[in-house]
């Protein structure tokens, strides 16, 4: 019965969503007070159903559509999407009402049951090999997906620093047939089309020129920066116009549903935005108008039957096959093993040292009061103790675990006064447990007991 009113909840086509913003708390107001913004986006994983943001609420009551964007299901993993994972993101359309949800072809986590090794959380996206066996996982996950929401499910290509040795598909094939096989929109990316052009040589044209244009649900524009080489995919800075060039590329084959702006950080003031977003507008109006593409038939439903029980033997061996290899891939990266045969040992270095900063950065997001107590220490003190404590479950958890290595001894000296260690123990006591000190009835004796392991 829950089946049946899923499909019935779905449409048979995406309707136009016109040109958007990524909405983020700090710019929440300035997003509210801009003129010609048909929809938003929100990252899933912030977002709490039953407590949504009053902006976003506000947003929906003007009719402007909001749809969640996940970050951390990793449907390019080994493994099949984790049931919880599914149900919060299913939770958050229904309560956004939003007519789909989207996602990344990434995997952002390794290791497990699979390998018989720990559990490696990236705390990023990193890429997939473009192989059969990694397709035919995909694949999989998807239809487990699809068979899990309420609502379409839009698929994202990533940005990526390095590649994988070995690839049988150019980027356009792998998506071509991901697409054609279950029927799932994509999220195209033009920023992230530049970013691995830069960083691994593949021409823009040619990925687009293979793309199933028909099965874009929107596109994403955001800016970066170039360092040494590389192209960082940052969402921080100003969209540049190889970017524009290739969104004008895209919209002279298709026009797209709908058009994002991406802004992450480093927010500029609200007319910024405003330009950026008329920038955007004139690379749409430079293409050549586009002849419609016929819907494709593939493009619906055609996975609400998906059944466990329908994978082959071979699929098993597929999984074990790339569970071994992004484990390897994502050990190196994380906690410092050797580098996986075929990759570029540089370019992991770089890879290595962007997971680490990233990490910092969104500790002292996710735990403010960390830098504040530590003060010019907290960043060297992270990167420290990242190098060799890898993420296993989540920032918040890093966040405690990283507190709980300062005061076990684990980087002497850090804090470097006894206040600043008082307040970190005070810190790390009033989060390490199931709720604050003050809402637990045994909170005394916990607090007993952890200064008395604190003295030793």
């Not at 071509?176 to 990316?189: F, K, M, N, Q, W």
């Not at 002279?252 to 003031?269: C, H, K």
């Not at 969104?362 to 103790?385: M, N």
């Not at 920032?395 to 600043?420: I, K, M, S, T, W």
Request: proline share 8%; hydrophobic share 40%; with cysteine.
């Amino acid at each position: 019965m829950k089946q049946q009113q899923r499909q019935q909840q779905r449409p048979g086509r995406l309707g136009r969503l016109g040109t958007g913003i990524g909405w983020r708390p700090e710019i929440a107001d300035a997003v509210e007070a801009m003129p010609g913004i048909d929809w938003v986006e929100a990252v899933a994983e912030n977002l709490c159903p039953g407590h949504l943001p009053e902006s976003l609420l506000r947003l929906r009551e003007r009719g402007v559509t909001v749809v969640p964007h996940g970050v951390s299901l990793g449907l390019g993993g080994a493994d099949r999407p984790a049931e919880e994972r599914l149900t919060a993101l299913a939770e958050r359309a229904e309560a956004l009402a939003s007519p789909l949800v989207t996602e990344h072809i990434a995997f952002v986590r390794a290791g497990g049951p699979l390998t018989a090794s720990p559990l490696l959380e990236a705390g990023h996206l990193l890429p997939v090999p473009r192989t059969r066996d990694a397709l035919d996982v995909l694949c999989e996950n998807i239809r487990i997906a699809q068979a899990s929401l309420p609502v379409p499910l839009a698929v994202e290509n990533i940005a990526a620093l390095i590649a994988w040795p070995g690839d049988e598909l150019t980027e356009g094939q792998f998506l071509y047939e991901l697409a054609d096989r279950t029927g799932v929109r994509l999220l195209i990316d033009v920023a992230n089309l530049h970013t691995n052009h830069v960083n691994r040589g593949e021409d823009p044209a040619k990925a687009l020129a293979e793309l199933p244009v028909e099965a874009i649900a929107y596109v994403h524009v955001a800016g970066g920066f170039e360092r040494d080489g590389v192209w960082h995919d940052s969402h921080a800075h100003p969209v540049p116009d190889a970017v524009l060039d290739i969104l004008t590329d895209l919209a002279s084959r298709v026009t797209p549903p709908g058009v994002l702006l991406e802004r992450d950080d480093n927010f500029p003031e609200p007319a910024e935005l405003e330009r950026e977003l008329g920038a955007i507008r004139g690379a749409l109006e430079r293409a050549a108008t586009p002849e419609q593409a016929e819907e494709r038939p593939t493009t619906g439903d055609t996975s609400d039957s998906y059944d466990a029980s329908h994978e082959s033997s071979g699929s098993a061996y597929a999984r074990q096959r790339l569970a071994l290899e992004q484990t390897a891939l994502l050990s190196a990266l994380v906690a410092g093993t050797p580098a996986p045969e075929g990759f570029d040992r540089v370019r992991l270095g770089v890879q290595s040292r962007a997971l680490g900063a990233k990490r910092a950065d969104v500790v002292a997001k996710v735990a403010p009061e960390l830098p504040e107590i530590l003060g010019a220490g907290y960043r060297p003190a992270f990167l420290a103790y990242a190098h060799g404590h890898p993420m296993s479950d989540g920032y918040r958890h890093d966040a405690l675990d990283f507190a709980a290595h300062l005061l076990f001894g684990g980087q002497p000296g850090v804090p470097a006064n006894a206040e600043g260690r008082r307040r970190l123990r005070e810190w790390w006591l009033d989060r390490s447990g199931p709720a604050p000190r003050s809402q637990r009835p045994t909170a005394r004796l916990a607090r007993a007991t952890r200064r008395v392991l604190l003295r030793r």
